[in-house]
């Protein structure tokens, strides 16, 4: 059982929930570590059992999605966090991401699409649905406040933010790169001490932005 990767599933709609925990239990071999109808009920779960990912609604009474993914930053810094919603509005979407949300997908994107994000978001690379890629992309237009300046990065430093937009693994980056995961870590604590981005989803989105890059 604890070979298998742990998902927590917050959702408040309860015909969803139950398909999912079908769907990743089989087709996926996950184990689900539990199912909770919104951030409270995920809250104290989570005391009570562990989990490696949560598969994170938004628009859930009593706490949402985005307040949920602030906290589980905080108190369960191990944990991974992914956001399979389909409201999609700039602010939030934006929240989401600056609160931590290693992806964020939509809901319509189809099982195959759902597991694929949360392995790949397990291996360390970043999910973001292309449709929310591009509202992320005007809402930081609009908002001087999350652009980033990518100027006083090195050359190699430059090099890891376009490899990790382009959803590679730190070992991906390291065999690509020819040097060692070691130095790819390196690099990547520098890039976030340097930009104040904290997350591979908010570099992804903000170099994106700065660079063109798609």
Same mark, same amino acid.
């Given at each position: 059982?604890?070979?298998?990767?742990?998902?927590?599933?917050?959702?408040?709609?309860?015909?969803?929930?139950?398909?999912?925990?079908?769907?990743?239990?089989?087709?996926?071999d996950m184990?689900?570590?539990?199912?909770?109808?919104?951030?409270?009920?995920?809250?104290?779960?989570?005391?009570?059992?562990?989990?490696?990912?949560?598969?994170?609604?938004?628009?859930?009474?009593?706490?949402?999605?985005?307040?949920?993914?602030?906290?589980?930053?905080e108190e369960?810094?191990?944990?991974?966090?992914?956001?399979?919603?389909?409201?999609?509005?700039?602010?939030?979407?934006?929240?989401?991401?600056?609160?931590?949300?290693?992806?964020?997908?939509?809901?319509?994107?189809?099982?195959? !699409?759902?597991?694929?994000?949360?392995?790949? %978001?397990?291996?360390?690379? #970043?999910? *973001?649905? =292309? $449709?929310?890629?591009? /509202?992320?992309?005007?809402?930081?237009?609009?908002?001087?406040?999350?652009?980033?300046?990518?100027?006083?990065?090195?050359?190699?430093?430059l090099d890891?933010?376009?490899?990790?937009?382009?959803?590679?693994?730190?070992?991906?980056?390291?065999? !690509?790169?020819?040097?060692?995961?070691?130095? %790819?870590?390196?690099?990547? #604590?520098? *890039?976030? =001490? $340097?930009?104040?981005? /904290?997350?591979?989803?908010?570099?992804?989105?903000?170099?994106?932005?700065?660079?063109?890059?798609?």
């Amino acid at each position: 059982m604890r070979d298998k990767l742990r998902v927590l599933i917050v959702e408040d709609d309860v015909l969803l929930s139950e398909s999912l925990e079908i769907v990743l239990s089989v087709k996926g071999d996950m184990y689900i570590a539990g199912v909770a109808r919104n951030g409270d009920e995920a809250l104290s779960m989570l005391r009570i059992v562990e989990a490696d990912i949560a598969l994170v609604d938004l628009k859930m009474e009593k706490m949402d999605g985005v307040e949920l993914i602030r906290h589980i930053r905080e108190e369960y810094p191990g944990m991974k966090t992914l956001v399979l919603t389909t409201f999609y509005s700039d602010k939030d979407i934006a929240g989401a991401i600056q609160n931590g949300a290693s992806g964020y997908i939509l809901k319509g994107s189809g099982v195959e !699409s759902i597991i694929a994000a949360i392995v790949n %978001v397990m291996a360390g690379r #970043s999910v *973001i649905d =292309e $449709k929310v890629m591009k /509202r992320l992309s005007e809402y930081i237009k609009k908002n001087d406040n999350l652009s980033r300046d990518f100027r006083g990065l090195t050359k190699r430093e430059l090099d890891i933010c376009e490899l990790i937009a382009k959803g590679y693994s730190n070992e991906q980056m390291a065999k !690509s790169l020819f040097i060692s995961e070691g130095t %790819v870590k390196n690099h990547i #604590s520098s *890039i976030y =001490e $340097k930009t104040g981005l /904290r997350s591979r989803a908010k570099l992804t989105s903000s170099y994106i932005e700065s660079s063109g890059l798609f």
